[in-house]
């Protein structure tokens, strides 16, 4: 596996993170429990995660995430506390993934695994607030729902194909920047409707 493979594999499973860190885990664990992941030699590092310890931890994460990424206000509080989560669970991920023989990749790639799960929580967390903002509940579970079928996807495809894993990060990568744009945009445009207020762009009443 070449470096730039290798590379792509650690840019997606850290962005991937940024949206769903416990789905990746046990998804990753599965894979391997079941052997439909054979990883080379040179990832033995993620064995641990189909460990049926881990997998029952992560499982349980996996459906707390599940059910609380549902529900407006319980998923605002989730994404806040997984802030500081979902970066060091994307740098590990990452870390876990390089070489581990080359000390200068290992922090090449725990900082930038950390940025990039970084990155991919806030454009998240950003367009779910906006999202969360609506009375209405369909349109949370809607978007939720496509969160966990695109990134259990995604994330297969990456490990089954390492030579589209780069293209596939940076896909999310624009993504993710697409997020923060239009959830910035969203929120400035619902703060210049409050600041305006009811009436105030109507002409003032012509004096008796």
Known sequence: MGIMEIIGIAGSVSLLAGWRLY???????????AGALPLPEHLAAL???????VMAVTGLAALAEFLADKIMWLDSLWDAVHGFVRPVGGALLALAIVDPSDPAWQVVAFVLGGGAAFAAHA???GARGVVNASPEPVSNVAVSTVED????????AAFEYPYVAGAIALALLALTIWLVLAARRMIRRLLGRGAQGPGRGAAAPPPP
């Open 23 to 33: 789905l990746c885990l046990l998804a990753t664990g599965i894979a391997m429990r």
């Open 47 to 53: 064995d641990v995660l189909a460990n049926p310890w």
């Open 123 to 125: 454009g998240k967390a």
């Open 149 to 156: 079928i695109a990134a259990a996807g995604l994330l297969w």
